[in-house]
């Protein structure tokens, strides 16, 4: 998220990851090395934090009671708007929100480096939880190493048109990811990938009356993503967990155990040591309404 290749950063003293300059597109976070899926290349906690609508008075009463040490971390970030007072254009364009519901963003000084791309092989997590209050940067499939690290700053699956909407009005650049190249010749594999979001909130909306149409949307989706989206991790952990309720509704409590386990899984290499405290809703799905003769086992994969 910003435009200049003369300024040096931080070594982040790191072997997974790099900052380097790329041409034209100021810099960039690259693997270092090959990297698992769900590996977590960076933890960070943020230079920053503040409500997502703040004026500029605000904020520079957030950045004024600062270190001098974050304050030049906070300055060494680069702003896309460069007409906007300096903090503004720098925290509209490096901020990421906390959580996907959350109405409060922060900078980080690096994962803030991460390039969009509607294709991106990483997801960040907001963890606040009891004395942990860290960005992590988990990486989304397989890397390899030398491969630049990218994330998507928006909600991925829209219409290209759309996503190129978002993109220029919040950070002023036009994406051309291989997708977004693809999708401006194909039209067909653009409608195709933004169903994929409206599968996904169909699932949530109408799991408990509409379970079987569900279970077919949820079978494409799953398709979707292991043949154009490369086998995300994220992707594949939000689908399992979704199905959960049509499967109860339906009560295919073979395939409910199956998707748990998988949900399970995924969920343990997602949120590491807090797990959990993120799996606790498909714990209380299972213990409402799965029979105990189905449940044998499931209690340990909880372990
Ligand atoms: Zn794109």
Redesign the pocket.
């Known amino acids: 998220m910003n435009n200049s290749i003369e300024r040096v950063i931080d070594d982040p003293q790191s072997d997974l990851f790099v900052i380097k300059p790329i041409d034209g597109k100021g810099l960039g976070m690259f693997a270092k090395c090959d990297l698992q899926c769900g590996t977590v290349i960076v933890c960070e906690k943020p230079l920053m934090k503040f409500p997502s609508y703040s004026s500029s008075i605000l904020l520079e009463a957030i950045y004024d009671k600062l270190d001098s040490e974050t304050k030049r971390r906070i300055q060494f970030l680069l702003a896309s708007q460069t007409r906007k007072h300096p903090l503004v254009g720098i925290c509209d364009t490096n901020s990421i929100p906390l959580a996907h519901d959350s109405n409060e963003k922060g900078l980080f000084y690096y994962i803030s480096m991460v390039n969009h ?2 294709e991106s092989n990483t997801f960040w997590i907001w963890f606040d939880y009891n004395n942990r209050q860290e960005m992590t940067l988990i990486a989304d499939r397989r890397i390899k190493a030398g491969e630049e690290l990218v994330c998507s700053y928006i909600e991925r699956f829209h219409l290209r048109e759309r ?1 190129h909407e978002i993109l220029h009005n919040n950070w002023l650049f036009k ?1 051309q ?1 291989d ?2 190249e693809r999708h401006e010749k194909d039209k067909t594999s653009d409608v195709q990938w933004a169903s994929y979001s409206k599968a996904i909130d169909f699932i949530l909306e109408y799991g408990s009356k509409l379970s079987q149409e569900c279970m077919e949307a949820f079978s494409k989706s799953l398709k979707f993503v292991q043949e154009h989206y490369h086998h995300s991790l994220l992707q594949t952990f939000m689908l399992h967990f979704c199905i959960l309720i049509p499967c109860c509704m339906l009560k295919q409590w073979q395939d409910v155990v199956k998707y748990s386990r998988t949900a399970i899984r995924l969920g343990k290499i997602i949120y590491g040591d807090d797990y959990e405290r993120y799996l606790i809703p498909i714990k209380e799905i299972i213990e409402a309404e799965v029979p105990m003769e189905y449940r044998t086992g499931l209690e340990k994969d909880f372990k």
């Open positions: 791309s509607c996503r994406c990811c997708i977004c």
